[in-house]
């Protein structure tokens, strides 16, 4: 008889964002979650103080994840221009990632909606990624904030759109290319 892997706290975290993706945030319990994962509750308990504190780690990784590829952009990219480009497209990748369980964007999206402080978090999120876009449009000569809001607005929502919908490359890159001929 072999003994049973003790969960780690990452694995409550995976089955986390698998249930918040498949079945909402009414999922995100002790309960829901330790059913899931064939399991007691105590084990929950053992790595999280509460769910409010589960909750907290899941926006915890997402933030994390969400943000992390800007320091590598601003970093590996030599203009301002290919910078905003990249980030453009980076954040439509990850926003529209099919592998939502390791990628909840849409559905963190969606529990903000109902959820105050899950809309601070992501409020959080979108203000550093739109201070970033406003930065390397005014680096190019656009001072108009809107358009950093609708290039942050198209990262969000362009895979939802029907046609071309594997294709954000095309799209993204001429947004970007647009508001840059604006100058």
Wanted: proline share 4%; no cysteine.
């Amino acid at each position: 008889m072999t003994a049973k892997k003790r969960l780690s706290k990452s694995d409550w975290l995976q089955a986390g964002f698998a249930a918040l993706v498949e079945e909402g945030p009414t999922a995100l319990k002790a309960e829901p979650l330790a059913r899931r994962l064939k399991t007691t509750k105590g084990s929950f308990y053992w790595h999280f103080a509460d769910v409010p504190a589960f909750h907290a780690a899941l926006l915890d990784v997402w933030e994390a994840e969400a943000l992390s590829p800007i320091a590598r952009i601003v970093e590996e990219e030599s203009s301002s221009g290919a910078k905003l480009r990249r980030l453009g497209q980076d954040i439509t990748d990850y926003a529209s990632d099919v592998t939502a369980d390791k990628n909840p964007e849409r559905a963190i999206r969606a529990w903000a909606q109902g959820d105050g402080g899950v809309a601070d978090r992501v409020a959080k999120v979108d203000g550093l990624r739109l201070n970033l876009l406003s930065e390397l449009l005014r680096d190019n000569g656009i001072t108009n904030p809107d358009w950093a809001r609708v290039i942050l607005g198209s990262t969000i929502g362009i895979k939802s759109l029907p046609a071309n919908a594997n294709d954000t490359g095309g799209p993204m890159g001429s947004l970007v290319d647009l508001v840059l001929a604006l100058r």
